[in-house]
T-cell receptor, first 109, second 114 residues
């Protein structure tokens, strides 16, 4: 059982479409992070959300932290082929750090 | 500023052998964390070292161990390798203990156990 469940697991969309990735947990996190990982590379941090209900925007990416700090979402507007990659949410609780199950996104030109 | 480097990038071992992986953090970073990434289990936290002390440890058997040197470089050792240890091993460094600041990942070491 994974502490952070992401959905969907796989997503293949056409360039220009919008999409939302979800990260859910039954545990409360003081903060959640979103990463993107490309093949052959380590994950790269996109954003950290800290406050329940917080919304952060990074160009075409919008991140939201749930009010109860148990879930988060990533919305991409007008997806581009360069958005292709593995998206991971992550957070620390107790003495451990957890990554989500991952969402593999493919944007078709 | 140089990024996180990991050596070797690729490694092939046989069951029962042991392996040591190395991670050099970004200059000035004192926190190094190790992760295992597999298609089935995803990215899982192994342990974190800060100023030569292990701060946190994930749910892995004792065959997985690590250490950190005074220059913040870290090594991870896996003894008595099993087929299931085949994975991408990632390390990440940060200027503060895990969870406080951004962590920067290296490219990983791809370990194959035959």
């Amino acid at each position: 059982t994974q502490l952070l469940e992401q959905s969907p697991q796989f997503l293949s969309i056409q360039e220009g479409e919008n999409l939302t990735v979800y990260c859910n947990s039954s545990s409360v996190f003081s903060s959640l992070q979103w990463y993107r990982q490309e093949p052959g590379e380590g994950p790269v941090l996109l954003v950290t959300v800290v406050t329940g209900g917080e919304v952060k925007k990074l160009k075409r990416l919008t991140f939201q932290f749930g009010d109860a700090r148990k879930d988060s979402s990533l919305h991409i507007t007008a997806a581009q082929p360069g958005d292709t990659g593995l998206y991971l949410c992550a957070g620390g609780t107790g003495n451990q750090f957890y990554f989500g199950t991952g969402t593999s996104l493919t944007v078709i030109p | 500023k140089a990024g996180v480097t990991q050596t070797p990038r690729y490694l092939i071992k046989t069951r029962g052998q042991q392996v040591t992986l190395s991670c050099s953090p970004i200059s000035g970073h004192r926190s190094v964390s190790w992760y295992q990434q597999t298609p089935g289990q995803g990215l899982q936290f192994l342990f974190e070292y800060f100023s030569e002390t292990q701060r946190n440890k994930g749910n892995f058997p004792g065959r997985f161990s690590g250490r950190q040197f005074s220059n913040s470089r870290s090594e991870m050792n896996v003894s008595t390798l099993e087929l299931g240890d085949s994975a991408l091993y990632l390390c990440a460094s940060s200027s503060a203990p895990l969870g406080y600041n951004e962590q920067f990942f290296g490219p990983g070491t791809r370990l194959t156990v035959l």
